[in-house]
């Protein structure tokens, strides 16, 4: 009796405690909510411009007196922006898929493979993190330049390949695999190409989906390696056209137009990706 007695008494301090809990939340849930308005602010207000009828006033020095699409078609409709875009996309496709292959591979070798030099290997591949691209920008473009790589898109992808912030981030998240599966897997006879393809693969798959997202939207958004390697629109990429259509005295509108529809694919794999990514941060907590 004591216990059924008791049982619905501290439901009832749980409840009640929980209005008062939330009450003590809400400086928090201002602050986040401030910060994410202020984030939110600069891609609103570049949506704004433009949608702005080109030579009226617009924000932030007022709002403007109607909203209009023809900025947009002007850019689609560009000479260069059609093709900057594929050739973003061809290198952002193509990196996120031999990065994923190749550092999935490489972080299952360090995390579930014993052999001489791994940790040296490992620690080594790692401090190359610590040196700045800025410092082997010039040798790795004579070196790319030598083998003719200069304006080619071989030349514009292999040097971003090796990716050791890829390989560490799988690395982790295999090392909490158990290794029971993998010992099952050599029981039964299984190759080193299966085991990888059959339980590291779809085990990953949350870490893959993250990865890649972050591996698209940084050489969706790379400039300083395409700005230097390529030397026409052939492999132009849209983040370098976009500062040629700059320089060539745009107007903001149309400038701000073509910003807005170059963030269309990182929203596009954001939302087609953001189950996955969901995934993989609730299984981080679980860990």
Same mark, same amino acid.
């Given at each position: 009796?004591?216990?059924?007695?008791?049982?619905?008494?501290?439901?009832?301090?749980?409840?009640?405690?929980?209005?008062?809990?939330?009450?003590?939340?809400?400086?928090?849930?201002?602050?986040?909510?401030?910060?994410?308005?202020?984030?939110?602010?600069?891609?609103?207000?570049?949506?704004?411009?433009?949608?702005?009828?080109?030579?009226?006033?617009?924000?932030?020095?007022?709002?403007?007196?109607?909203? &209009?699409?023809?900025?947009?078609?002007?850019?689609?409709?560009?000479?260069?922006?059609?093709?900057?875009?594929?050739?973003?996309?061809?290198?952002?496709?193509?990196?996120? =898929?031999?990065?994923?292959?190749?550092?999935?591979?490489?972080?299952? !070798?360090?995390?579930?493979?014993?052999?001489?030099?791994?940790? &040296?290997?490992?620690? &080594?591949?790692?401090?190359?993190?610590?040196?700045?691209?800025?410092?082997?920008?010039?040798?790795?473009?004579?070196?790319?330049?030598?083998?003719?790589?200069?304006? &080619?898109?071989?030349?514009?992808?292999?040097?971003?390949?090796?990716?050791?912030?890829?390989?560490?981030?799988?690395?982790?998240?295999?090392?909490?695999?158990?290794?029971?599966?993998?010992?099952? !897997?050599? =029981?039964?006879?299984?190759?080193?190409?299966? =085991?990888?393809?059959?339980?590291?693969?779809?085990?990953?798959?949350?870490?893959?989906?993250?990865?890649?997202?972050?591996?698209?939207?940084?050489?969706?958004?790379?400039?300083?390696?395409?700005?230097?390697?390529?030397?026409?629109?052939?492999?132009?990429?849209?983040?370098?056209?976009?500062?040629?259509?700059?320089?060539?005295?745009?107007?903001?509108?149309?400038?701000?137009?073509?910003?807005?529809?170059?963030?269309?694919?990182?929203?596009?794999?954001?939302?087609?990706?953001?189950?996955?990514?969901?995934?993989?941060?609730?299984?981080?907590?679980?860990?």
């Amino acid at each position: 009796m004591t216990m059924t007695a008791t049982r619905p008494a501290a439901v009832r301090d749980r409840q009640a405690t929980r209005p008062r809990r939330h009450g003590r939340r809400w400086p928090l849930y201002t602050l986040l909510a401030v910060m994410s308005l202020l984030t939110l602010g600069p891609f609103a207000a570049m949506i704004v411009v433009a949608l702005s009828p080109r030579g009226e006033p617009t924000v932030p020095a007022q709002w403007p007196g109607s909203l &209009t699409l023809d900025n947009v078609v002007q850019v689609l409709r560009a000479s260069g922006f059609a093709e900057w875009t594929l050739n973003s996309l061809i290198y952002s496709g193509v990196s996120v =898929v031999i990065i994923l292959l190749t550092a999935s591979m490489a972080g299952y !070798a360090f995390a579930k493979k014993r052999f001489p030099g791994r940790d &040296t290997m490992l620690w &080594t591949f790692l401090a190359t993190m610590m040196v700045p691209f800025q410092a082997t920008l010039i040798p790795l473009y004579v070196l790319v330049s030598d083998f003719d790589g200069a304006d &080619t898109f071989w030349g514009l992808i292999v040097p971003t390949l090796a990716n050791s912030q890829a390989v560490f981030l799988m690395r982790q998240f295999i090392l909490g695999l158990p290794d029971e599966l993998f010992d099952a !897997a050599k =029981v039964d006879g299984a190759s080193e190409l299966r =085991v990888y393809w059959t339980i590291v693969v779809p085990l990953t798959k949350p870490i893959l989906a993250t990865l890649g997202v972050f591996v698209f939207l940084w050489h969706w958004n790379d400039f300083l390696w395409p700005l230097v390697i390529s030397q026409s629109d052939a492999t132009r990429t849209l983040t370098v056209g976009l500062t040629v259509l700059k320089t060539e005295e745009m107007q903001w509108s149309l400038l701000m137009s073509s910003a807005a529809v170059s963030a269309v694919p990182c929203l596009v794999v954001f939302f087609l990706l953001q189950r996955y990514l969901v995934n993989s941060i609730a299984m981080t907590g679980l860990k």
